[in-house]
């Protein structure tokens, strides 16, 4: 493993520790496990049954799950059907199976409901910036109008009935890892459901959603991490049975060069890292899937019009913290939250 990657695992299996607090019942016992290289994130799955080997099964075919539904939905996997509709772009369409035309639907939706500043198509500008590797740079800004031209989430095609999705221009491609996390928990939390599973944890690096409640009966407590010191947690939410909650921050992946901060959350409509007024945006949802585009999209979208798009949202919350330390947040939120 490289030095890079033992630095990403060491950080991201501290948030994991640092996300949450629990407490196991007298009458079940608790199997947890925590692995690196699925979605090149850390898993942190935690179980409350009966057995060990009840919970190590649980937790084995969980992760086999998440393993497969990757191999769907991630475009770096060569042959997966995201690599093949973008190799196809321009040219046909491309039978994909039911997670990757449910996630690209559902892509499309939030991008329409919060005018664009989700996209799934800004994967030329993603790719030119090179984030979080070590080609990461800064274009000059004839490149990155060049790809701005490639960049347009309404162009997407998706035909429901023959279960097909295209690209109607040669040069676009689809990015589905703002969305993909979410719906891999959501679909393993449902896979613990058919189990028997009643209370279970899972974070898939920050991707958080609870199922049940805690053994004890008490909310689950889920910290928020203080965006300018990761080791630290800024404030904790008190989580019910059966939520999500996703944190988009531009302390996750970034790059400083002239005293500027380069961070992975691209505005689709300027090409550049969105600066709007986050440090970081968490939101809390009924689904994984809904916190993860919401907290990107609030992310670009900046603190007042994020709040606004909230309170018309059943079940959704958000808690914004911006560079200087300031807390916003939604109504529903107010009088739970912890700040530390």
Request: a negative charge.
């Amino acid at each position: 493993m490289s030095a890079r990657n033992k630095g990403i695992l060491v950080g991201l299996a501290l948030a994991a520790l640092l996300a949450a607090w629990y407490f196991a019942g007298g009458d079940t016992v608790k199997v947890e496990r925590q692995q690196f290289g699925i979605m090149d994130t850390v898993i942190s799955a935690r179980v409350y049954v009966q057995t060990q080997e009840e919970g190590d099964w649980a937790i084995d075919s969980v992760l086999s799950l998440m393993e497969e539904l990757e191999g769907e939905l991630s475009r770096h996997i060569p042959g997966s059907p995201v690599d093949e509709i973008n190799r196809k772009a321009g040219r046909e369409a491309v039978a994909v199976p039911e997670s990757v035309l449910f996630v690209v639907q559902r892509a499309l939706e939030v991008g329409a409901e919060t005018g664009g500043v989700f996209d799934i198509t800004v994967t030329p500008l993603i790719d030119l910036w090179a984030i979080g590797t070590e080609r990461a740079r800064v274009p000059a800004e004839v490149e990155i109008r060049e790809k701005l031209a490639y960049v347009d989430y309404t162009q997407v095609q998706v035909d429901p009935a023959a279960g097909q999705v295209f690209l109607p221009r040669e040069g676009m491609a689809l990015d589905l890892g703002g969305v993909a996390k979410g719906y891999i928990v959501d679909q393993s939390i449902e896979a613990l459901k058919d189990m028997g599973v009643e209370s279970a944890y899972l974070d898939a690096g920050g991707d958080i959603r609870v199922l049940g409640s805690r053994p004890d009966g008490k909310p689950w407590r889920i910290g928020i991490r203080h965006p300018g010191e990761r080791t630290k947690i800024f404030a904790v939410l008190p989580l019910g049975p059966d939520l999500a909650v996703v944190t988009s921050g531009d302390y996750q992946r970034f790059f400083d060069e002239g005293g500027q901060r380069y961070h992975h959350i691209l505005d689709p409509e300027t090409g550049y890292p969105a600066w709007k007024g986050a440090a970081s945006v968490t939101v809390i949802a009924p689904d994984t899937i809904t916190a993860d585009l919401l907290s990107t999209a609030f992310f670009v979208l900046g603190v007042e019009e994020s709040l606004r798009l909230t309170e018309g949202m059943p079940g959704v919350e958000t808690v914004i913290i911006t560079p200087d330390l300031e807390v916003h947040m939604s109504s529903g939120v107010r009088e739970t939250i912890e700040l530390q």
